[in-house]
């Protein structure tokens, strides 16, 4: 499978912004998938994760009530709306994914990558 995210740009605080994932190739409908962001200096972190079949989600606590991830399996596509953007949200947003639909936050559970789309948020 394939991942390109884009949807990435520059923000002021309490901005908004949508991001996208388009899988493509040998997709699943029991994909598990996720955003994980690097900011400038710091490891790679956890964002969300959700499960296509039956659409559970998981959020790191750094963005609980902010964002929301979605996906649309006809579309092949997973989204994450980023609501109330603060400074400290600036960094390079990654969607992963993997082919079964546990739910994980660990950064090696996830076999592919996307390239990255950058999200800068101004103070």
């Known amino acids: 499978v394939q991942l390109q995210a884009f949807g990435g740009g520059l923000v002021q605080t309490g901005g908004s912004l949508r991001l996208s994932c388009v899988a493509s190739?040998?997709?699943?409908?029991?994909?598990?998938t996720a955003w994980f962001r690097q900011a400038p200096g710091k490891e790679r972190e956890f964002v969300s994760a959700?499960?296509?079949?039956?659409?559970?989600?998981v959020y790191a606590d750094s963005v609980k009530g902010r964002f929301t991830i979605s996906r649309d399996r006809a579309d092949n596509t997973m989204y994450l709306q980023m609501n109330s953007l603060k400074p400290e949200d600036t960094a390079v947003y990654y969607c992963?994914?993997?082919?079964?639909?546990?739910?994980?936050?660990?950064?090696?559970?996830?076999?592919?990558w996307g390239q990255g789309t950058e999200v800068t948020v101004s103070s």
């Open positions: 959700i499960r296509w079949s039956g659409g559970n989600t």
């Open positions: 190739g040998r997709t699943s409908s029991n994909f598990g």
């Open positions: 992963a994914a993997k082919y079964n639909g546990i739910l994980s936050e660990m950064r090696r559970s996830y076999a592919y």
